[in-house]
């Protein structure tokens, strides 16, 4: 674990800010997303239904560039700028005048290798519970996981041999892309039902609102195929090739 390398004096007021940093993100991704996916939400309802949604992207539109002002102040804020330089400064001299926990001297390539061998066999074991009846926050849950997998991977990519580490990450980064897609279709549907008060503030008409949940009907159907398809993508994941891809991993990077 990160508590057992880097001091606990630099850790936990890293982890504390830079969890506020990403939570900060959040609004801002998620309209990106549904913005850029808009014309593929929308063209299969026909160009009648795609019209009378016009009313709703320009809301979503509004919140978009709401939420990019909120996050820029967010990234110019004082707090902001001191967690990003001291950061930087503990990264130019990690040693410093702070005590060391008792693994910090430890080679890099063993402490990588078990983090990695945790996150994946989590994955693994939390990945072989999801079924049909899974609640969704479960399935959310296991995307996060897949996501700190990938960001560990793809962070100490330098000392990975290329060829495994290109096979094990295709594995991976498909399973992510269904988890993703779920993920964005709950998200989405979600805010749609929430953008009703602004909707009628905006006299939007009936064909507007019948629209409405039309694209819900649509999202929702996305939602139900990424969760069928993930059995698919999971046992794809879940396989001797991959497990090879893994051990060919973790014994370049263990050596």
Known sequence: AS???VPAEVLEPAKEGF???AAATGAARDLD???L???RYTDPLGVTAARALDPVRDVLARHHADAHVALGQV???ERAGALIAEWREWLGEPVGNASLPRRAGHPLGTEVAKRIVRAHDALIDEGRLIGPDTPADD???LRKDAKKLRYLIECFSSMLPAKPRKQYVNKLKALQENLGEHQDAEVHIALLRSL??????ADADANTMVAVGELIQRLEQTRLGARTEFAERFADYDSANTRRSFDALIEAISA
């Open 196 to 201: 009703t008060p602004d909707l009628v503030s």
């Open 75 to 77: 990234l110019r804020s």
């Open 33 to 35: 997303v549904y913005l």
């Open 37 to 39: 996916e808009w014309k």
């Open 3 to 5: 508590k057992s390398v």
């Open 19 to 21: 969890a506020w940093l």
């Open 139 to 141: 399935v959310h849950d």
